[in-house]
DNA sequence: CAAAATACGTTGCGAGCCGCAACTAATATC
DNA sequence: GATATTAGTTGCGGCTCGCAACGTATTTTG
């Protein structure tokens, strides 16, 4: 019963895998050809915007860790392809309501039906417990690179991060 | 037995799993302290020097999605922080060989054994079957996305892909 | 063998995305 | 009502990127 050996060896498969992963979303993003014509960046600002109804720029800012200067360009972008709108916010002077058009809310669905599928297709053989698996670690290595980078709301004012990031 | 809608849902949380890792890494990026000061690409170019050998120029640019041009500059930056030297290479008067320095081993090692470590820790309460569900799926997520981006080599030359990537 | 074509790597250039800092306008505080 | 704070925009410099042009070495061709 080679236990620990085996999940040592498995830790340097998922590193592996991990890592293979990255690297080609990186080349994904540069490309900036993710979905229909819209940077990973922009797909994700528009997923917010869907998701979080009508938003701040800072509040896209920090979903997307980006400086407010480089939200509010993000913005312009959605907004020059007819994908957003800039709105006054009813309660105040200085915000902006950022909202989703129609034409952003069926571009979204599209990209992210066909992701959605994409995933169906790729875990329909594995079993239950696989899937599960799977869906587990990919949320343990968000947050676990969310915190080592110094990403996460530091509610508990304990001590730093170990390590620079 | 609700099998079918089983797999949609799971489809949905994979997806969005792997929405919000791919966004951590792209911060984690930006930010250029992936390890010890090195950025990922960076990281992964000493990576790859390491595990190919002595290694062209060129080379490192297609494993990392590169322009030629940006392969030398990132040699050069690696160069500079003395973790690889360029070799002129022995067979051909025209090319480099890329070598790694010790310190580049022992700093590559450490950010290995920190990130495998990493990995270990966070599948070390899963079962065998997780754990292999979730390396299974993030080797597939990279090769479909490879594919849809067009980066694999066209071995077989079937149709093209049918999006634009 | 000489000339042309090709291959390897470097550098120059412009484009895009980034954070920081300065700015305008609106709100909150006293 | 004067001052401080907050929301968002714009200017700036820095970094990474791909493309194109270049120098040098090799391979191909006549």
Do not use: W
């Amino acid at each position: 019963m080679p236990k620990i050996e085996q999940i040592d060896q498995d830790a340097e498969q998922l590193y592996e895998a991990l890592s293979h992963l990255v690297r080609v979303y990186q080349f994904r993003d540069r490309d900036r050809c993710c979905c229909e014509g819209l940077s990973v960046t922009q797909c994700y600002a528009l997923e917010h915007v869907i998701k979080a109804g009508p938003v701040r720029v800072q509040s896209l800012a920090s979903e997307l860790f980006l400086d407010k200067s480089n939200a509010s360009r993000l913005v312009d972008s959605l907004a020059k392809q007819g994908l957003v709108c800039r709105v006054p916010d009813a309660t105040d002077g200085r915000a902006l309501a950022i909202t989703v058009t129609p034409e952003g809310v069926s571009l979204y669905e599209s990209i992210r039906s066909d992701l959605v599928g994409e995933a169906r297709n790729l875990a329909c053989d594995l079993s239950k417990e696989a899937r599960d698996g799977a869906i587990e670690m990919l949320r343990r290595f968000a947050n676990a690179t969310e915190q080592r980078c110094g990403l996460k709301d530091f509610n508990d004012d304990e001590a730093l991060p170990t390590k620079c990031c």
